[in-house]
């Protein structure tokens, strides 16, 4: 078999599933890199970390209800993403993951009905315990 | 969790508590971010591709028994989470989803993102990581820098300080000595 067949044979080999990288190596590559800033946000983004504890009997509404929030949190001007992660093995708990271009969009989505509506909804009882939550802000 | 080390902060998030991601992600998110850039086209993917890992470890506390630093735990997640970002964009532009991708994450490293079980593509990554194993070790970086890490040619001539014509010499001579390791391994099959 000639050199090149080889070659492109491997070329195709690559392509199909790629060359595994060490974690050495990868950690080598992780100690070079500058940080693009302060945080991993572009300057005046704002990301919020959310987690819901749904009462006993109350997580499927609890679930429902964040679904809904999600949905209408996606429409809003200036909203890059709004995910909801469950952990498997915690019916309980939701995760809500927000991520906004600015401030001002940020508070254009809390000042929304569908947030005092979702607000107003955990004040129900569908909660354990309060809603707890962690605000990021990009900076230069 | 401000006062916490990195290796407080790293069991925080093996055990999914929502403030140690947060806290992971305001001291190293930067990086992170950058990291990922090496994989992706813009910053905006590479946020995507951070924020898109956080949202799994908060479904599912990453695995950190096996590791004790956080830059390598955060090297090889954010890797991975940049290579399956690759592969779910080019999925949904109808591109094959592996036909573009230079890297792939290695199955041996036990790694927070699970990869699918043993299918002809993940024995084929085996039977390259095999031969991978076996060629010299300055190959392996070589090779491990241009298409694991994909970096440039200029990137990787910088990096290892040598000439272009160096270079590429050593790139032929090390993309040979892993085919022929492969065929010679296809062939004794």
Do not use: K
Not at chain 2, 64 to 83: D, G, K, P, Q
């Amino acid at each position: 078999m000639s050199e090149d067949l080889t070659l492109s044979r491997l070329d195709q080999r690559i392509a199909t599933t790629g060359l595994p990288v060490r974690a050495e190596t990868l950690e080598q590559l992780w100690n070079v890199t500058e940080p693009i800033g302060p945080t991993g946000l572009s300057e005046g983004e704002v990301l919020i970390l959310v987690t819901l504890r749904a009462r006993p009997g109350q997580e499927s509404r609890l679930h429902a209800a964040a679904v809904a929030f999600v949905e209408s949190s996606r429409q809003q001007p200036g909203s890059l993403a709004s995910t909801l992660h469950t952990p498997p093995h915690d019916g309980a708990t939701l995760h809500l993951l927000e991520r906004f271009a600015s401030r001002r969009a940020f508070e254009a989505h809390m000042a929304a009905d569908y947030f005092a509506v979702f607000q107003r909804e955990q004040q129900e009882g569908m909660l354990a315990a309060p809603a707890e939550a962690v605000f990021l802000q990009g900076r230069r | 969790m401000a006062d916490e080390t990195d290796q407080e902060l790293l069991e925080a998030l093996g055990r999914g508590e929502p403030e140690a991601i947060a806290a992971v992600y305001r001291r190293h998110g930067g990086r992170m971010v950058a990291f990922a850039l090496r994989y992706v086209t813009d910053r905006s993917a590479a946020e995507d591709v951070v924020v898109d890992l956080i949202g799994r470890w908060l479904e599912r506390p990453p695995r950190i028994a096996e590791v004790n630093r956080i830059s390598a735990f955060l090297a090889t997640s954010v890797y991975h989470a940049a290579i399956d970002w690759l592969r779910r964009e080019r999925s949904e532009q109808g591109q094959s989803p592996r036909s573009q991708i230079q890297a792939a994450p290695d199955r041996r490293l036990a790694g927070p993102i699970s990869i699918p079980a043993s299918t002809p593509a993940v024995e084929l990554r085996e039977r390259i990581a095999g031969a991978l194993d076996r060629v010299p070790p300055a190959d392996r970086l070589l090779l491990e820098s241009h298409y694991g890490r994909a970096l440039s040619a200029e990137e990787c001539m910088t990096e290892l300080g040598i000439t272009r014509a160096a270079f590429h010499q050593r790139l032929h001579r090390a993309r040979t000595r892993l085919a022929r390791l492969l065929e010679l391994d296809e062939t004794s099959r």
